[in-house]
């Protein structure tokens, strides 16, 4: 049986019963049912898999050091570019370059929360994901926060309180904010969507952004936050940037409806560095 959707295709073998035996799936990778003994009985010359590093993508010219820079210019291809919402804020697309130019956080407006913006309400609304109506998220924004107003100084509160609360582990789920909250402990999925549900029960407008981030030597997939400012600006939870730097490069924004579009890079995007 083969699915096609978004651009992605997932070949499956299933038996009488419904119950997958193989799955081929993006970027080479395969999936077959066996016993937990055939499982756990691995030949003794296979070679551990990260999967992370696997889909990470290799550049020629590496970055000395990515959180000095105020801005860079990078060549992308592999993939049609015309799928993702790269270009906008502070990414600017000419053909297959992409300039990305950190924000200047001194030339902004002091915003006052809650921001009432009409136009900006979807970004403050509770989703099946970020449970900021819920009142575990909203105690837990309120005494972050205290009784700053300036929403600036509000997201730096909150984005310490998640990096410190929250242990730093690869974790294979589709979170929501109240059950990492519990949990205290994710990747960047878990460190974003807690962030987001917090920002938004202080009356920050908060988005999830997904896409690549440089890491010594190589380009990773990656999920981090943008919070609006008088205008929206990325903010990295999980690695304690704010602004977060240049080599964040979003590819697409929103929840895992939307997220599940970026299997479409994996094995085929390309990245120089100019």
Known sequence: ?????GGISVL???????????????????????????????????????????????????????????????????????????????QKLTGDRLQITREDLTHLRGTAIPVKEPRLQTFLQPTAFMQSDHPSIRTLAARIVGAETNAMKAAVKLKDWVYHELAKEPTVSIPNALEVLQAKKGDCNEHTVLFNALARAAGIPAKTVVGVVYLRGAFYYHAWSEIWLGRWVALDSVLNQFPADVTHVKF??????RQIDILQLIGNLKIDVL
């Open 1 to 5: 049986m083969r699915q096609s959707f």
């Open 12 to 90: 499956s073998w299933v038996d009488v019963h419904g119950r997958t035996l193989k799955e081929e799936s993006p970027a080479g990778m395969s999936m077959t049912r066996q016993s937990q003994q055939e499982a756990k009985n691995l030949p003794s010359r296979s070679v551990p898999l990260d999967m992370i590093a696997q889909a990470s993508i290799p550049v020629a010219a590496p970055i000395a050091d990515a959180k000095a820079l105020a801005a860079v210019e990078l060549k992308l291809g592999g993939v049609n570019l015309a799928n993702f919402a790269i270009d906008g804020g502070r």
């Open 252 to 257: 697409l924004e929103g929840e895992i409806d």
